[in-house]
């Protein structure tokens, strides 16, 4: 007699799986945990519970053109540097001095960053990298991701901090990936997170082939669980997954309609990374418990035409999807009742070359700057701007506050654990956290 695997039985029952960023098994294992599990709801209702929001700027950001200098020398250098990048002084938008004196602003597409740098909720980390910078956006990121720049394989910072924090996780979304490919640095030994593409193919739907057979088939699914079976094949598969797998992305559906837009809120609909963070806000506003959520904005590799075909494009409006998206997303945490709870940070695998190149772009470079956003943070400027004459030996501004500090304050004075054996050792914890 054939053995009837899983797969099989989904097949004949008319099931199938949409769109989701984990295997087939892994799927189902978080399906079948559920949204509305005991953990799940306890954690929802917790008065500490704190959630850090992970913004990866893939391609490698232009921190120059980003945290712009406006002090004599510096800016005379950028703009020497930068001939047809530069921006002007006067389109620059002035946040403040650092504490080595550099007058500093943003680009002009940063206006909302602006207000909430004047606010107070938004740091500037800067000349952020490690030793010994990588080029390559593939080890650049895998360092990042792992924490690791000797060794960067394995598992990601983030993955080791739900393995040690949730042991017993029965939560399937105690973190959740926000697009098609789960990144590394989600990537745990016990712990499976959910890429998660589309709320609405994340589900079980029936054959499509027989819509008007739909009900049918789900009502014929739930009493098949339903039975007191005895011990078969069946009885284990669906007590294993089907019909748990079913109800819990049921519960999940329901979690998210929890969550009811404000229409003073828009998320830009032509901007990709509003559209994520709108699921983001989904996820919080349904009260899942989820304490990760990760999104990414790719195409900041700007090696031609930075600044976008005719003035349209490119980094600009790279920085303008970033200053729009959370802009909309920090208003809806505080119309949510929530933006005490909720810490956003930005980071990008490197930064560009001082000099632009031939083709009006740059080519990658070493440190950068990077952003800590939130009503918990202490807004304003940590480390010092870059040298601009004083370079590596590939024209990349020096680092001067490895990035494993930021992720050692996040993981201490956030998340609450200890970052030593996370990060494999001790990095200075930075103030824009109590």
């Known amino acids: ?13 008319g099931f199938t799986l949409m769109a989701v ?9 978080n399906l079948g945990l559920a949204a509305n599990s005991t953990l799940t709801q306890a954690a929802a209702l917790s008065p500490t519970d704190r959630i850090l929001v992970v913004v990866q700027l893939a391609g490698g950001n232009d921190g120059i053109n980003t945290v712009i200098p406006l002090s004599g020398s510096l800016y005379a250098t950028y703009q020497q540097r930068r001939p047809t990048l530069a921006v002007a002084p006067d389109q620059v938008l002035p946040v403040g001095t650092d504490s080595a004196g550099n007058q500093l602003g943003f680009h002009p597409r940063l206006p909302k960053f602006k207000a909430l ?42 993955g080791d901090y ?23 640095g989600l990537k745990a030994r016990e712990v499976i997170v959910p890429a998660i593409s589309n709320f609405e193919t994340y589900r079980f739907q029936t054959d499509p082939r027989y819509p008007q057979d739909a009900a049918n088939r789900i009502n014929a699914f739930l009493a098949l669980n339903r039975e007191a079976a005895s ?9 294993q997954v089907a019909l748990d797998a079913y109800q819990s992305a049921e519960g999940l559906q ?16 032509a901007n990709p990374l509003a559209r994520v963070l709108q699921m983001a806000a989904q996820i919080i506003g349904g009260g899942l418990g989820t304490k990760i959520l990760y999104v990414t904005l790719g195409g900041f590799d700007t ?15 790279l920085l303008q999807y970033l200053d729009d998206a959370i802009d909309a997303f920090y208003r809806d945490m505080k119309r949510l009742g929530v933006d005490d709870k909720v810490l956003i940070m930005t980071w990008s695998e490197f930064g560009r070359k001082v000099g632009e190149n031939g083709n009006r772009g740059t080519d990658h470079g070493a440190s950068g700057p990077q952003f800590v956003i939130g009503t918990p943070v202490r807004g304003g400027f940590f480390g010092v701007y870059p040298s ?11 680092f001067s506050i490895d990035f494993r500090s930021i992720y050692a304050t996040i993981l201490e004075r956030w998340l609450g654990v200890s970052s030593r054996e996370l990060l494999g050792g001790t990095f200075e914890l930075l103030n824009f956290l109590p």
């Open 117 to 158: 740098m004047d606010q107070g909720h938004l740091g500037v980390i800067q000349a952020v990298g490690y030793p010994n910078p990588n080029r390559s956006h593939f080890e650049s990121m895998a360092i990042w991701h792992t924490a690791n720049p000797v060794r960067p394989d394995g598992t990601g910072w983030l």
């Open 21 to 29: 960023g984990l295997s087939r098994e892994a799927f189902y294992h």
């Open 303 to 317: 090696h031609q035409t930075q600044n976008g075909a005719n003035g349209q494009g490119g980094q600009p409006l």
């Open 162 to 184: 739900l393995d040690v924090a949730y042991p017993s996780n029965d939560n399937p979304l105690i973190g959740v990936y926000l697009g098609g490919t789960l990144p590394l």
């Open 1 to 13: 007699m054939k053995k009837t695997t899983r797969r099989h039985f989904l097949k004949q029952s």
């Open 231 to 239: 011990e078969n094949t069946y009885r284990e598969i669906i007590r």
């Open 388 to 398: 601009l004459t004083d370079l590596d030996k590939d024209d990349g501004t020096k």
């Open 254 to 269: 329901t979690g998210i309609r929890r969550y009811t837009p404000d229409p003073a809120i828009q998320y830009p609909t």
